[in-house]
């Protein structure tokens, strides 16, 4: 029998534990292929702090390191400097990076640290109960706003991608979706080009990809993937913000 799809050796044989559904396992399954194809699993090294990434640890076939709950940058970049061959990666949520680790995303790529920084948005903390991140939409309801994020109270979403686009250090800045095959396909393409970013030895890198949390969302996988296209990708518009030439 002809083998047609199997299992990348980015990943390990360990199933998910994610909840039905939710599109880590497609973007675990996208850095592992990168991983694979650019043959450098063996040489790789993940950081995964508290959060939905918690175990990834048990998923990607290449050393990983835990980290205390947003401080993955911090522990990323001492791994790179005291290993510069190595390739360096953080796997980030939202609650994470956008919240109790914003300073620290926000330094390391003002000193542009040559790691890359998978940024998954999916508008709530996924793993502690539901509560409104800083990437919560306007009315979306969570279990620490019943009503709605209001506006008065607690300001705009914050739009990482955005931001760091603003940051000189970060060369490479990307949002992409993984709510249907052809946005699957474009997001793996700008996690290609940000690990061939820190492979050229260029700078920091970081992609914002959006994300479903069906459970948290109370909605269906199917209507969670309507959701995002409809009332995530206007706010969090996709595209790219920055690449350096040596990667068009």
Known sequence: MTVVFQRTKGLTD?????????THGVIHRLVGEVLEELNIVGKSIGVAPVGCSVLAYDYFNCDMHEAAHGRAPAVATGIKRTRPDNVVFTYQGDGDLASIGTAEIVH???????????FVNNAIYGMTGGQMAPTTLIGQKSTTSPEGRDLITTGMPLRVAEMMATIEGAVFVERVSVHNVPHIRKAKKAIKKAFEVQL????????????TCPTNWGMTPVDSLKWLEQNMIPYYPLGNFRTPEEVR
Not at 16 to 21: A, D, L, M, N, S
């Open 200 to 211: 050229a030895g260029i700078g920091f890198g970081i992609v914002e990809i959006l994300s």
């Open 14 to 22: 360990k199933q998910f534990h994610y909840c039905p559904g939710c």
């Open 108 to 118: 390391a790529a003002h000193r542009s640290e040559k790691f890359t920084t998978i």
